[in-house]
């Protein structure tokens, strides 16, 4: 009699055991025929994170590319940027066109100044500046003047200060004038580096100093939805 509840018992917990491995393998199997990530579910979806990758290649050629391949390049980058809703891989754009020399790359950086996106604005600040071309200075004075953040101010004329011109230094009246400290003291700064000028940190005598130099760049507003397109 004993032997017979023995055998009971251990066929009541094999027959548990069982029921519990069949119910998981039921859940695993359930579960992983819902994975998104299965070879008959591929998507042809392009993400942010691929566009950006292809603009960086894009921008990677441009040491090596000939003139010619270049202003395929940069055409490329600025029909594209046209219609690309995601701020950072606009702002991925502007740095793969800030290694091209090519005047549309230039027009592109300039028309991002006005983009709605406050990063892509001081991405195409710092870009302008580091070309070092006097044809940039009206639209840099442009957002100095109009853009709402400080952040953008401070970046127009950081880049300001980079082009070494007499028409920076009449851009830069406008900082050393405006009643902002923070602002003062970047143009105070700008000042330095492109007029050659040892004035200290007066910044009354760097006022003087702008005022004196005449303005060599038209201040006509922005015509209404303008782009270089």
Same mark, same amino acid.
């Given at each position: ?11 009541q ?5 069982s029921?519990?491995?069949g ?7 359930a579960?992983?025929a ?5 070879e008959?579910?591929?998507? !042809? ?7 950006m @990758? +292809? =603009?960086?290649?894009? *921008?990677a050629?441009a #040491? ?20 690309e809703?995601d701020?950072l ?6 740095e793969s ?7 549309l ?15 892509v ?8 500046g580091?070309?070092?071309d006097?044809?940039?200075i009206?639209?840099l004075?442009?957002?100095?003047? !109009? ?7 401070? @970046? +127009? =004329?950081d880049?300001? *200060?980079?082009?070494? #011109? ?8 406008k ?39 005449q ?9 209404s ?5």
């Amino acid at each position: 009699m004993g032997n017979e509840s023995l055998h009971i018992e251990t066929w009541q917990k094999w027959r548990t055991t069982s029921l519990a491995l069949g119910t998981l393998a039921f859940v695993v199997f359930a579960g992983c025929a819902s994975m998104p990530w299965q070879e008959h579910e591929r998507t !042809t979806i392009i993400t942010p994170r691929m566009r950006m @990758a +292809a =603009i960086a290649e894009i *921008g990677a050629r441009a #040491s090596d590319a000939d003139a010619d391949e270049q202003l395929q390049l940069t055409e490329q980058l600025a029909t594209q940027i046209q219609t690309e809703p995601d701020p950072l891989v606009r702002r991925a754009i502007q740095e793969s066109l800030g290694k091209m020399s090519t005047p549309l790359a230039s027009k592109v950086l300039i028309a991002g100044l006005q983009d709605e996106d406050l990063d892509v604005r001081l991405t195409c600040c710092q870009l302008l500046g580091q070309q070092s071309d006097p044809n940039v200075i009206s639209a840099l004075r442009i957002a100095l003047e !109009t853009d709402t953040e400080l952040d953008v101010k401070l @970046a +127009a =004329i950081d880049a300001l *200060g980079q082009i070494k #011109s007499p028409q920076s230094v009449a851009a830069l009246a406008k900082a050393v004038n405006d009643r902002d400290p923070a602002l003062q003291y970047a143009g105070v700064q700008a000042l330095k580096s492109v007029s050659g000028q040892d004035l200290g940190n007066d910044v009354a005598a760097w006022r003087q100093y702008a005022a004196s130099e005449q303005p060599a760049i038209s201040l006509a507003e922005r015509p209404s939805g303008w782009s270089p397109f």
